[in-house]
């Protein structure tokens, strides 16, 4: 039965189909939590992609080359290969699984397949051996390969997919696991191909004690703890590393997303009430009437970042020009007002704070125009 | 105040709509021989090169290409041919008692040389591919050491003297700081930048070419191959592929290409201390090229002791570009003078205290009006003309808006001479000292001699329990060595 939120989403929605936002919608949508321009597209189930190509027409900024999911597929597929042969063989190196602990179960697509009645049965299966383990049954796998959870949203579930859980028998319940075809260069590994893979594993573990609160088991923070591993890939080859990451801040800001879900809902219903009643989020008046907050580093996960950006460079607003001079003009507040006090005009600081930018701005503005041959 | 000098310019371009000039005198070295090159890899094969862009400052580049990188055979045969051209680049800087200087786009570009370095040096590698990967490894190593000038970033070097109006995150695309720097007249450098936003200026293809033009051709080879196709057929793709493949690797060379121009169009006058910076530069070539000659090379991954020495050579080099920005730049100076890091004043007392039987101490006293002044008791200053005279600061005392700076010469006396009463200090905290390298190897293999317990396999030292008094702790503390 459909839950009473599905008829609003859809209201919301439009004529668009709904889109499963995955981990990587989740995660990227709790990034940013001044902006729900965002987080409301997530909820209500259109990308931001979508929205870019098909809402403002912007053209679509996403989308990964095929060789690169090429890569991704052909090294997950190494690591899960003779049944996880090259996984099992990384736990034993790390001793964190011992050669008995040797319980498989794959649950991948090759194995089950790829409609919609075996999406079902893998959803099922998985509960069913993550129950097992929660029960202590001896027999449960050590290493579940492509399992099937989800997370809810307003009721919904949403199907997430992590690369694997593992336990050992020692262990109270699963860890999730996630492959990445990102090149492991110890501490020179892109930061934001590893701030990616955190945020998405902690998705997993969210929807993991939701499954816990859900069975009635009391602390699921404790028996799911934030911390997840990553194996990540040598460069040059297809052999995975191992890594286990600590993931609290990650998975506490999934929770903070998820917590402020149904003001979202009633805020995104309320804006089209009061701007045009009977509309949806498929027109671009309406989407511009959330706010957002536009940081450098949405572009490194948002197509709407161009977007956002002449968005905020029209409001005046300093997070055009970086984050630090963002932090830094937050007592001045507008662009506009910072280049009144450099040049002094305009209406004069009246706040302490005011006061002293303005003094450092211009004594800085002087000295730059006496050191450089041609002035500002 | 060097962020203010940032944040005020980039208002100030922001305001004109164009890069605004923030260095006072140009702080790297553009090399007449060095190498340009955009290196391309395939999304997904962080460790290849698909195609490559390579020549001289002011050349039309040649350009080189595997129809597919996942072919090792292909690819290892570009690697050996770049090995080949890479190595007599090297050898004719040593002939010529200089160093290679390479120019790349941007942060990713480096990062895509330093994947290949360890990638290559595989032993089952061919000799050349290895001697390829041997070169890549020495630019790895030396592009964080501050103030190299060996591995270049276009975007690294326009940053050190410009400012746009835009985020440092955006300035990292060649494309977009190029567009502030000189926008065309017939849009706004943010029209301009949002248009060239689209073209890839790092290491990767763009996602849609990818889709639809790369795929296609590869997949069109790969199936060419495994048909057994003529060699003229193959060879025909292979040019298909090479072209499109051109169209890519081309902008983001001449992008930096002009990147270059515009440095040198600047006409800024060179940094007092930047012979020394290639000094050091050539002399770090000159100890990777014997090494190289007796067989060996930069290892994969370093142990206890060179990663300290090399750790206390890097901050040894942050300390030396840090001092030779303030003594040899104006805006250095400026910044250093507005953080109160130079202490600038005018003297107000010169005593001379006798000590000893023929001994003599110079107090010096100066008084700063400076608003902000990091100076306190125990730290050495430098006369900024004359940086062989140093003084050690024996009190600070702030009235008003008056701070009284008391001081001994510490050295220089004979060579330079106290100051006179009435004259006019600028005092640096400290000057770079090029000549140290091998100071700072006796000292970590003075302190190292003993590894520490912490680098030491076998038993922890035992712990000291709480409440309870040590019959000798002198004797506990010293089994913690």
Redesign the interface.
């Known amino acids: 039965m459909p839950s009473k939120f599905h008829n609003r989403l859809q209201l919301l929605r439009g004529n668009l189909a709904a889109e499963e936002p995955g981990a990587r919608g989740f995660e990227k949508a709790a990034r940013n939590p001044g902006c729900q321009l965002l987080q409301v597209l997530t909820v209500a189930g259109i990308s931001p992609g979508t929205a870019s190509e098909r809402i403002f027409r912007c053209g679509a900024a996403e989308?990964?080359?095929?060789?690169?999911?090429?890569?991704?597929i052909q090294f997950e597929a190494a690591q899960f290969r003779n049944s996880g042969g090259r996984v099992l063989q990384l736990y034993r190196g790390a001793n964190r699984l011992t050669m008995s602990e040797s319980r498989i179960v794959d649950l991948s697509l090759d194995n089950i397949g790829a409609q919609k009645a075996d999406m079902s049965r893998r959803k099922s299966e998985t509960m069913a051996l993550l129950k097992m383990k929660l029960a202590g049954d001896p027999t449960a796998p050590n290493l579940i390969i492509k399992p099937r959870i989800s997370i809810k949203l307003y009721g919904i579930p949403h199907d997430l997919e992590p690369d694997a859980l593992v336990a050992s028998d020692s262990d109270r319940f699963y860890r999730v696991v996630e492959v990445k075809?990102?090149?492991d260069?110890a501490g020179?590994t892109?930061p934001s191909d590893l701030r990616s893979a955190c945020r998405q594993s902690a998705v997993s573990v969210v929807a993991l004690r939701q499954i816990l609160d859900a069975s009635g088991v009391r602390d699921s923070g404790a028996i799911v703890p934030a911390v997840a591993d990553l194996i990540l890939r040598k460069?040059?080859g297809y052999w995975g590393t191992l890594h286990t990451m600590k993931i609290k801040a990650e998975v506490h800001s999934i929770e903070a997303f998820l917590l402020a879900t149904p003001f979202l809902l009633d805020t995104a219903e309320g804006n089209i009430e009061r701007l045009s009643p009977g509309s949806s989020l498929g027109e671009p008046r309406v989407l511009d009437a959330f706010p957002t907050c536009y940081r450098?580093?949405c572009?490194e996960f948002c197509a709407l970042a161009?977007r956002c950006k002449q968005r905020a460079?029209s409001e005046d607003n300093p997070a055009?020009?970086?984050?630090?001079?963002r932090e830094?003009?937050a007592s001045i507040g507008t662009?506009t007002r910072?280049?009144d006090f450099?040049h002094g005009r305009g209406v004069p600081p009246s706040k302490p704070a005011e006061q002293a930018m303005a003094i450092?701005?211009k004594?800085?503005?002087s000295?730059?125009t006496?050191?450089?041959s041609?002035g500002? | 105040m060097g962020c203010d000098l940032d944040l005020v310019g980039r208002l100030g371009a922001y305001e004109r709509g164009r890069a605004v000039r923030i260095a006072s005198h140009q702080k790297v070295a553009i090399h007449p021989s060095a190498m340009v090159m955009s290196p391309v890899a395939m999304a997904g094969e962080d460790a290849s090169i698909h195609v490559i862009a390579i020549g001289n400052i002011g050349i039309s580049p040649a350009i080189r290409f595997v129809p597919d990188p996942r072919m090792r055979d292909l690819g290892d045969r570009l690697y050996g041919e770049l090995g080949m051209l890479f190595w007599e680049y090297f050898l004719g800087c040593r002939d010529a008692g200089t160093y290679p200087q390479i120019w790349v786009s941007s942060r990713p570009a480096t990062t895509l040389l330093d994947i290949l370095a360890d990638v290559l040096r595989s032993p089952r590698r061919d000799p050349m591919v290895r001697r390829f990967g041997d070169c890549l490894a020495y630019m790895s190593e030396r592009h964080p050491v501050a103030g190299q000038q060996a591995l270049m970033t276009a975007t690294g070097a326009l940053r050190q003297h410009f400012v746009t109006g835009q985020s440092p995150e955006e300035d990292e695309h060649l494309g977009k700081l190029l567009s502030w720097i000189s926008p065309s007249p017939s849009e706004t450098a943010v029209e301009s930048a949002a248009r060239v936003g689209k073209i890839p200026m790092g290491t990767k293809t763009d996602p849609k070419f990818d889709r639809d033009v790369l795929d296609p051709l590869l997949r069109k080879y790969e199936n060419a191959r495994r048909r057994g196709d003529t060699p003229a057929f193959l060879a025909a793709i292979e040019r298909t592929i090479g072209a499109s493949l051109e169209s890519v690797a081309f902008p983001i060379y001449e992008g930096i290409q002009r990147a270059i121009r515009e440095l040198s169009a600047a006409s800024l006058p060179m940094m007092t201390d930047l012979p020394a910076l290639e000094a050091k530069e050539i002399a770090a070539f000159n100890s990777f090229m014997e090494a190289i000659d007796a067989g060996f090379s930069i290892p994969k991954s370093d142990k206890p002791k060179v990663a300290a020495r090399k750790l206390e050579e890097r901050e040894d080099a942050e300390k030396n570009l840090r001092a030779a920005i303030i003594l040899g730049t104006t805006t250095g100076q400026v910044a250093a003078n507005a953080k109160g890091e130079v202490v600038s004043g005018k003297v107000t007392d010169v005593q001379v205290i006798p000590v000893g039987i023929r001994g003599r101490m110079h107090r010096v006293e100066m008084q700063s009006e400076q608003r902000v002044l990091r100076v306190r008791a125990g730290d050495r200053l430098y006369r900024m003309d004359e940086p062989r005279l140093c003084f050690l600061v024996t009190g600070v005392q702030r009235t008003g808006r008056t701070t009284t700076v008391s001081m001994r010469i510490r050295s220089g006396m004979r060579s330079i001479g106290a100051p006179s009463i009435g004259s006019f200090l600028d005092l640096a905290p400290e000057v770079p000292d090029w000549g140290n390298d091998m100071q700072i190897r006796m000292k970590i293999n003075r302190r190292l001699a003993n590894l520490p317990w912490t680098h030491m396999s076998g038993n922890t030292p035992r712990a000291i329990r709480k409440g309870v008094t040590p019959l000798d702790p002198l004797a506990d503390l010293e089994m913690l060595r």
Do not use: N, W
């Open positions: 989308g990964q080359s095929p060789f690169a999911i090429g890569a991704g075809s990102y090149p260069r020179k892109c460069p040059g450098d580093t572009r161009d460079s055009t020009l970086g984050s630090r001079i830094e003009l662009i910072a280049l450099l450092r701005l004594e800085a503005y000295r730059l006496e050191v450089v041609h500002l």
